[in-house]
């Protein structure tokens, strides 16, 4: 079975620095989707980033980017400019690219801090 | 819709009483879920739709759960004789099924229960 582990329960960070949130995973499958949801306040879980494991290259939104290490089986966030607006919950979840298997596995989370 | 909706924002009940959750998904889009989320926790598999197949119920943690999606659109998460452990967000999320976005599951803003 798949498991996503998110070791940081908590990480703070200076506004306009960057943050990288790290997230492992385990699976046996070699196709598969990764993302990042954000959770603020509101408790809205927010799609942030995705990645395809067959593509080589790190996906990017903006100030947000990917450092994703396939062999490694890990998939960190790096946050670029940190914005008071990021304070949230940041969630790493993993699905399956096998047509019939729909879940999304999550990570615990880690809650990002940031101080003005 | 532009997004998935969710009614109410809001409830709270009183124990033993039955609530109603609704979800409309984002238009065209085949598949549907039922998340749970306690305070301070990650999120609980609850209820899987994906258009006109049996549902997976799987999640469900008793008999007082219950949903429903007519129409291929529009769920209705039922909670019969809610009990105060049943307090939780309730996220409502959907995903095209197909395509190459189809894996990417975009969620609600949710509805918190609270049961006194």
């Known amino acids: 079975a798949q498991t996503v582990t998110q070791s940081q329960p908590e990480m703070s960070v200076q506004e306009a620095e960057t943050v990288t949130l790290s997230c492992t995973y385990d699976?046996?499958?070699?196709?598969?989707?990764l993302f990042w949801y954000k959770q603020p306040p509101s408790r809205q879980m927010i799609l942030v980033i995705r990645?395809?494991?067959?593509k080589q290259q790190n996906a990017t939104e903006n100030r947000f980017s990917v450092n994703f290490q396939k062999a490694a089986k890990s998939f960190s966030l790096k946050i670029s400019d940190s914005q008071l607006g990021d304070a949230a919950m940041y969630f790493c979840?993993?699905?399956?690219?096998?047509?019939?298997?729909?879940?999304?596995?999550w990570g615990a989370g880690t809650k990002l801090i940031i101080k003005p | 819709g532009a997004g998935v909706s969710q009614s109410p924002s809001n409830k709270v009940t009183e124990k033993g009483k039955d609530v109603e959750l609704r979800c409309d998904p984002i238009?065209?889009?085949?598949?549907l879920y039922w998340y749970r989320q306690s305070l301070g926790q990650g999120l609980e598999f609850l209820i899987y739709?994906?258009?006109?197949?049996?549902?997976?119920k799987s999640g469900l943690p008793s008999d007082r759960f219950s949903a429903e999606r007519t129409g291929g659109s529009v769920s209705t998460l039922t909670i019969q004789r809610t009990q105060q452990e049943d307090s939780a967000v309730y996220l409502c999320?959907?995903?095209?099924?197909?395509?190459?976005?189809?894996?990417?599951?975009?969620f609600g803003e949710g509805s918190w229960l609270t049961v006194v």
């Open positions: 979840a993993y699905r399956s690219a096998m047509a019939l298997n729909y879940q999304l596995i």
């Open positions: 999320a959907s995903s095209p099924g197909t395509g190459t976005q189809g894996n990417t599951i975009y």
């Open positions: 990645q395809e494991a067959y």
């Open positions: 739709f994906q258009g006109n197949s049996a549902p997976d």
């Open positions: 238009s065209g889009h085949t598949a």
């Open positions: 699976t046996s499958e070699s196709d598969y989707y």
